[in-house]
């Protein structure tokens, strides 16, 4: 009898969920989605039947998701401590204030996954809700963070979460104490289509209750939309191709997820038939954070004028940025704009501590700019007077070689020589490499090879002993050197080949060299960054290899139009 008592409620359940279907239809593309949640849904229902007369308590449920919490939070990477505590603050603020309308008085707490690959953001029983870097990084108000948060609260509001647990622990015959070893991804996987669309509602009419606008939402799906086509579409080209964490995770999301489009459709209907208002949206005050991370992407791709402009939309936003202001100067730098990239290290010297690349960088951005004044304006900035080192001693005999006094770099290399510092090579190195700069090759070489000599393990070393060389006509030991020390495939001593190549009137092999380097580091093909850097010799070998490229693509041009 208690068969058919059960199959004759489950005919019942399933005639008025068509009946329900029927009412809340919504038009979207034709696809086999509805196939699949059709039974996935059906599996949903049939196990949910028992559990939602035996509900765990409030506190089961609390104690099973600060278990989970905690086990999930100790195999994250917290190398930005600082980043973590900022959004992890904002989450809950946001978050906190969302969860007073929910039904359920649980302990909220909300998580920040400091992952810009994780495109997702998940909630575990009892109240905790973890958003990924991935995702935050698609916003740009705090209204789509509230529809994010709401469509999580009210996974956790309306018991999605409990019983998932529940229903592993059906599944796999788990006792109540031991659901705190459950795998993260059952709860990051999604829910059944009416769950999720559930989520989306009622996480709306929470935002919206807060004051926050539902546009909010719709703007959320959209990005999703734009990523759900980009990830059918795959890339365009190599530069905005998908990292595969972030394809995988995605396939996770969209698999168990409704469409975007389907989403947004209930959404808008919603607006419609509650008459919300229309309100303006909230900057997202973390964004400066995101806006970083895509500085340093962009930097990555070699798209060096988009770095620059995303750094300093970040900065703007948000000025005291250490990372910012040095992606920043990397920029302006890379595209020959050293009176910019000064300012920059200048400001980021500000905020941090001196390293020595920084003033290194510093010092070359200033005699970039104008190499006679750029000693005098290094030894004036207001923060040397705290810092001294040797690094910085080697730096500031370098700007005074450039800008024509000598005597304090002569006798820094005669204290270097008679130096037992450990250091005392690399700093000869240094030194010797300024002295290339300021046209004088012997004294460069005298310095580089002995540095060279003792750390013969320094890439670098052997790449600037080569450029020396070639400015000495010594082709062939610069090539061979190179080819023997250095391991590492640098763009600058595939240039530095290059260079020596041409000067050996060795054109092919020049030209492809030059190619390899000019892809790796597109730098090579901007004359005033050239310029800055290296010989006049370098400047105008570099600067005849691309004329001859360019030439020669032509001539290629023309055969295979006359043909």
Known sequence: MSRWIALAGILILGVAAIFWSERQKVDVEANPAPVLYLVADT????????????????????RIGIALARSYESGQNENNRAEILAVEAYLNQVGEKLATHAHRKLPYKFHYIPNRYFINAFALPGGHVFVGNGLLALMDSEDELASVLGHEIEHIDHYHCAER????????????????????????????????????????????RDGYSAN??????????????????????????????????????????????????????????????????????????????????????????????????????????????????RAQFAQGKFSDAANSYHALLRLEWARPELLESFALALAGSNRKNAAGEFRNWKDLQTYKSQELEVIQAGLDLLAGDSAPAHKLHSDLNA?????????????????????????????????????????ELWVRLGW????????????????????????????????????????????????????????????????????????????????????????????????
Do not use: C
């Open 43 to 62: 599996e949903q229902e049939l196990t949910r039947l028992p559990v939602s007369f035996t509900r765990m308590s409030d506190a089961d449920e609390i």
């Open 165 to 208: 647990a529940q229903q592993e622990e059906a599944l796999r015959r788990i006792p109540l104490g031991e659901l705190v070893a459950l795998p993260i991804e059952i709860f990051e996987a999604g829910y059944s289509k009416d769950q999720e669309l559930e989520a989306d509602r009622e996480g709306t009419r929470l935002a919206v």
């Open 216 to 329: 909010g939402a719709i703007r959320m799906f959209e990005a999703f939309q734009r990523l759900y086509l980009e990830y059918k579409a795959k890339a365009r080209s190599p530069q905005e191709e998908l990292s595969q964490v972030a394809q995988q995770t995605l396939e996770g999301y969209f698999r168990s997820h409704p469409l975007p489009s389907e989403r947004i459709a209930q959404i808008q209907k919603l607006i419609a038939s509650e008459g919300w208002p229309a309100r303006p949206e909230r900057d997202l005050a973390v964004a400066y954070i995101f806006l970083a991370d895509k500085a340093e992407e962009a930097m990555a791709r070699k798209q060096y004028g988009q770095a620059e402009q995303i750094a300093a939309q970040s900065i703007k936003v948000h000025p005291e940025q250490p990372a910012a202001y040095e992606i920043l100067a």
């Open 419 to 459: 130096s037992s510092e450990s250091r005392a090579p690399l700093w000869e190195g240094e030194l010797g490499w300024w002295f290339y700069l300021a046209g004088d090759y012997p004294e460069a070489l005298d310095l580089l090879n002995a540095a060279a000599q003792q750390r013969p393990g320094e890439t």
């Open 468 to 563: 020396v060389q070639i400015e000495l006509h010594h082709i062939s030991d610069a090539i061979q050197y190179n080819s023997v020390y250095t391991t590492k495939q640098l763009s600058e001593k595939t240039m530095m080949q290059a260079v020596g190549f041409w000067q050996a009137t060795e054109r092919d092999q020049a030209l492809t060299d030059f190619a390899s380097a000019a892809v790796s580091q597109p730098e090579w093909e901007n004359p005033d960054w050239v310029k800055a850097m290296y010989s006049p010799l370098a400047v105008k070998s570099i600067q005849e290899m691309q004329n001859e490229r360019e030439a020669r693509q032509k001539a290629r041009t023309a055969h295979v139009g006359s043909n």
